[in-house]
Nanobody, 130 residues
Framework: VQLQASGGGLVQAGGSLRPSCTAS????????MAWFRQAPGKEREFVAA????????YYADSAKGRFTISRDNDKNTVSLRMNSLKPEDTAVYYC????????????????????????WGQGTQVTVSS
């Protein structure tokens, strides 16, 4: 599956952005999806994940209460609504997809690991100014 991310940008602290990712090539609903981010000089870190149907979502502590992940399987898209943005949210944000063969329990236990995602978008830059 090919993933194309868009919707990043420059915003002031306290503002909002909604990057999204469009998939092509395979049945989108067969894949769990996630967002990761990577700031300069830091390792890629988990932000949010969503199950195949969207019934289950998971968040990093830094994202809870401010970010919302959602998906539209008819439109082959996954989005990340980000509110109350902080300068420390500045990073390149990557969408990722994986696991047509995963069980629910496996995904529930491993959603935050980069290793379970086989497909990655090119990233979209999010910059939050203070």
């Amino acid at each position: 599956v090919q993933l194309q991310a868009s919707g990043g940008g420059l915003v002031q602290a306290g503002g909002s952005l909604r990057p999204s990712c469009t998939a092509s090539g395979r049945t989108f609903g067969d894949y769990v999806m996630a967002w990761f981010r990577q700031a300069p000089g830091k390792e890629r870190e988990f932000v949010a994940a969503i199950s195949w149907s969207g019934s289950s979502t998971y968040y990093a502590d830094s994202a809870k209460g401010r970010f919302t992940i959602s998906r539209d399987n008819d439109k082959n898209t996954v989005s990340l609504r980000m509110n109350s943005l902080k300068p420390e949210d500045t990073a390149v944000y990557y969408c990722a997809g994986g696991g047509p063969s995963y069980s629910r329990n496996y995904f529930r236990s491993n959603y935050y690991k980069t290793q379970i995602y086989d497909y990655w978008g090119q990233g979209t830059q999010v910059t939050v100014s203070s």
